[in-house]
Nanobody, 114 residues
Framework: QVQLVESGGGLVQPGGSLRLSCAAS????????MAWHRQAPGKQRELVAA???????DYAGSVKGRFTISRDNGKKMVYLQMNSLKPEDAAVYYC????????WGQGTQVTVSS
C-alpha cells in the first residue's frame, strides 16, 4: 500500500524557517518525480516545488530562493526546507508524486504568524 506521510509543520514567526519531511512507501521511489504542493484557505492548491529522481528541481516563483526541495532515495524521503517564511506561505503543505500514478499525503499545516 502506497503511503506518503508528511511531518514538520507548525507555527513559525515571519522570517523563520521550517523543514518539512515526507516519508514515502513507494516502489521504485528513486525514479519518481516528487513534489510539494500547498493550499491556503480560500485559495487553489498550488505547486510549490518538484524534484526528479535524479535531483533536478523546479520551484514556484513565489518561493524561489527561499525554499529548497531535496530527497534521499535510500531513505525514500523528500524534504522541503523553507526559509524566510512569510505570512502568505501559511497553508497546508502536501507531498505528492508528480510522475506515474498520483498519490498524495494527508498534509501538514504551516502557520506563519507573529
Amino acid at each position: 500500500q502506497v503511503q506518503l506521510v508528511e511531518s514538520g509543520g507548525g507555527l513559525v514567526q515571519p522570517g523563520g524557517s521550517l523543514r518539512l519531511s515526507c516519508a514515502a512507501s513507494i516502489s521504485f521511489f528513486s525514479v519518481i518525480t516528487m513534489a510539494w504542493h500547498r493550499q491556503a484557505p480560500g485559495k487553489q492548491r498550488e505547486l510549490v516545488a518538484a524534484i526528479t529522481g535524479g535531483g533536478g528541481t523546479d520551484y514556484a516563483g513565489s518561493v524561489k530562493g527561499r525554499f529548497t526541495i531535496s530527497r534521499d532515495n535510500g531513505k525514500k524521503m523528500v524534504y522541503l526546507q523553507m526559509n524566510s517564511l512569510k505570512p502568505e506561505d501559511a497553508a497546508v503543505y502536501y507531498c505528492a508524486t508528480a510522475s506515474g500514478r498520483s498519490y498524495w499525503g494527508q498534509g501538514t499545516q504551516v502557520t506563519v504568524s507573529s
